[in-house]
């Protein structure tokens, strides 16, 4: 079965502190990456995605998700959070195959403590 | 920038009752979705349409129904509502793009079933 698993559901951290947010995938075939985010109060946003090419992608504001095929893992980093990082993380998969069906997983609360 | 646009931000129905859910997007996209989002659930696929008049079953599609009668416009139909249907509605879309792919959502409707 299809399914994406994110391991942290509510994460809390002081300004400046690194932060990185677990994801697995479970998907036949090849697979396109997403990490989405949600600011309070506003709609979901991609943060970064991945389709192939350079396994560790940049996005937005200073963040980056590496992709590792044998872990089947699409992790997000960043190396100093902001109080403005508060939001909710969603890790997302689609197929390359046309499809056109996006996974999401259970989503992860970061809190950041100014 | 692309819209996707719901009709409501908060609706209240009561058991029993027919609900609609409009969702129109200004972009000529392909493809739209339906999701619902509960706390510690994450976003779950309701239905999926990557055509006009196409519709494809998503992973919780029980007690829905859909209409894509024109290429903007995606409606989410609750035939006859019930408490468990109280969420968050998220509609989005995205185009057959490759490298561009990326979901657009709107900024969702909270129905709450009494």
């Known amino acids: 079965a299809q399914s994406v698993s994110q391991h942290n559901h509510h994460v809390i951290l002081s300004e400046a502190a690194s932060l990185e947010l677990g994801c697995n995938y479970s998907?036949?075939?090849?697979?396109?990456l997403f990490w989405y985010v949600q600011y309070p109060g506003q709609h979901l946003q991609l943060l970064l995605k991945?389709?192939?090419?350079?396994?560790l992608v940049k996005g937005i504001k200073g963040f980056e998700a590496e992709f590792i095929k044998s872990k089947f893992s699409f992790n997000l980093r960043k190396p100093s959070v902001q109080w403005s990082d508060t939001a909710e993380y969603f890790c997302?998969?689609?197929?390359?195959?046309?499809?056109?069906?996006?996974?999401f997983g259970t989503g992860t609360r970061l809190k950041v403590l100014a | 920038d692309v819209k996707v646009t719901q009709s409501s931000r908060y609706l209240v129905k009561r058991t029993g009752e027919k609900v609609f859910l409009e969702c129109v997007q200004d972009m000529d996209h392909e493809n739209m979705f339906w999701y619902r989002q509960d706390p510690g659930l994450g976003l779950r696929l309701i239905y999926f349409s990557y055509d006009v008049k196409m519709k494809e079953k998503g992973d919780i599609p029980e007690g829905y129904s859909v209409s894509r009668e024109k290429k903007e416009r995606f409606s989410l139909i609750l035939e006859s509502a019930s408490t468990n249907q109280t969420s968050m509605y998220l509609c989005a879309s995205s185009s057959r793009t490759g490298e561009n792919e990326k979901l657009f959502f709107g900024s969702g409707t909270q129905l709450s079933v009494l």
């Open positions: 997302a998969v689609s197929s390359t195959s046309g499809t056109y069906k996006y996974i």
């Open positions: 998907y036949g075939g090849t697979v396109n």
């Open positions: 991945y389709f192939s090419g350079d396994p």
